[in-house]
């Protein structure tokens, strides 16, 4: 089992950035291929990045693409989510997750998670 903390949350004008860091922990934790999802109020979780082991594959949600960037760091075990040009729509509570595969945006495909990080984007 993978234990997630995510961080870098907060409340971000439309147009502005943030960061998001998880940080894992537990047995092997860089083995594990790292996901964000977000979901917002009244709505179903959503796929929104995933990165492999080694970090040289990612895949993004429609969402994400040309805005957000995923990668990770094994040495600190922590997967991070840089968000720019973020728009009020982005305003959601970002989950990490761990799990086998990095090609997938199925939730079911990941088994471990974080206990997320409210973002808020003001317009």
């Known amino acids: 089992q993978v234990q997630l903390v995510e961080s870098g949350g907060g409340l971000v004008q439309a147009g502005g950035s943030l960061r998001l860091s998880c940080a894992a922990s537990g047995r092997t934790s860089s083995s594990y291929a790292m996901g964000w999802f977000r979901q917002a109020p009244g709505r179903e979780r959503e796929f929104v990045a995933a990165i492999s082991w080694s970090g040289g594959s990612s895949y993004f949600g429609d969402s994400a693409k040309g805005r957000f960037t995923i990668s990770r760091d094994n040495a600190k075990n922590t997967v991070y989510l840089q968000m720019n040009s973020l728009k009020a729509e982005d305003t959601a509570v970002y989950y990490c997750?761990?799990?086998?595969?990095?090609?997938?945006?199925?939730?079911?495909?990941?088994?471990?998670w974080g206990q997320g990080t409210q973002v808020t984007v003001s317009s």
């Open positions: 997750a761990a799990g086998m595969r990095w090609d997938t945006h199925h939730a079911a495909d990941f088994g471990s």
